[in-house]
């Protein structure tokens, strides 16, 4: 992100990440949806498996910057916080996980800077400011745009 797209489409896309997971109604629907249809596994890639759920940038360029993103930044570039894995499959590990799983947590997608983690990080916590109940918590590394305003 922050180099590869832009921050209006990161806003537009986590943003339906998060509603699409969050407590309550919407994450017992992805449990069912996953079960019934397996969206989230290694047969499919993240973003196809967030395209099928209507999860993308309104604008058709910015779409094809998250698939990059996506398929190929995340898989190459990207480690996560189990050895072995990237940041794609990990992300696509702890969607499926979670959703097969008796209980289901509501899921929070957030972001820190790369340069204090350069991985994927996937924990348990409180997600939303706004909430009070566990979540599984999804954490982005970035590497922001430089700031063409600066002087």
């Known amino acids: 992100m922050g180099r590869m797209v832009s921050d209006s489409a990161t806003g537009e896309v986590i943003a339906q990440i998060n509603a699409r997971f969050e407590a309550g109604e919407a994450i017992l629907e992805m449990a069912a949806l996953q079960k019934e249809f397996k969206i989230f596994s290694p047969k499919h890639s993240l973003y196809d498996s967030w395209l099928v759920l209507n999860i993308k940038a309104s604008d ?88 063409k305003t600066a002087a």
Do not use: C
């Not at 998250?66 to 794609?88: C, F, I, Q």
């Not at 097969?100 to 996937?122: G, I, N």
């Not at 109940?133 to 700031?147: F, G």
């Open 60 to 147: 058709p360029n910015e779409r094809k910057r998250w698939k990059k993103w996506a398929e190929t930044y995340m898989k190459e570039k990207v480690p996560s916080d189990l050895k072995g894995v990237n940041g794609h499959d990990r992300l696509v590990r702890a969607y499926q996980e979670n959703l097969e799983s008796s209980r289901p947590l509501p899921m929070f997608y957030m972001h820190h800077l790369a340069k204090d983690d350069p991985r994927v990080l996937v924990s348990t916590g409180i997600g939303p400011l706004f909430s009070v109940v566990d979540h599984i918590i999804t954490s982005i590394p970035i590497k922001p745009a430089a700031d």
